[in-house]
């Protein structure tokens, strides 16, 4: 059974910074591209960014460009968002995913965490 845990959230004032962890267990996390998407209140669901299975490849929406910036660690199975300059319009519940590949991660997602909220005070 897949399992993606996402952990790292939490409240922060604008300006600050947060690093957001999934740990996946169930696939060989390696084979995959891994990714964010949030989710704000009322809001559709959101591509953040994306990393590919060597972690040599990064997508990112423009949005979040510059400030936020994702990694993994596949011997840990985990990966991670380094979130800095943090806004009050990155407030969402953020959701890691993987893929085969990450314009399938983008389209679609194989398996999907259960999210966790990020909250940005002004």
């Known amino acids: 059974q897949v399992q993606l845990v996402e952990s790292g959230g939490g409240l922060v004032q604008a300006g600050g910074s947060l690093r957001l962890t999934c740990a996946a267990s169930g696939l060989t996390f390696s084979m995959y591209a891994m990714g964010w998407f949030r989710q704000a209140p009322g809001k559709g669901r959101e591509f953040v960014a994306a990393i590919s299975w060597s972690g040599r490849d990064q997508d990112y929406i423009d949005s979040v460009k510059g400030r936020f910036t994702i990694s993994r660690d596949n011997a840990k199975n985990t990966m991670y968002l380094q979130m800095n300059s943090l806004k009050p319009e990155d407030t969402a519940v953020y959701v890691c995913?993987?893929?085969?590949?990450?314009?399938?991660?983008?389209?679609?997602?194989?398996?999907w965490g259960q999210g966790t909220q990020v909250t940005v005070s002004s």
């Open positions: 995913a993987s893929g085969r590949t990450i314009p399938i991660l983008k389209a679609r997602g194989d398996y």
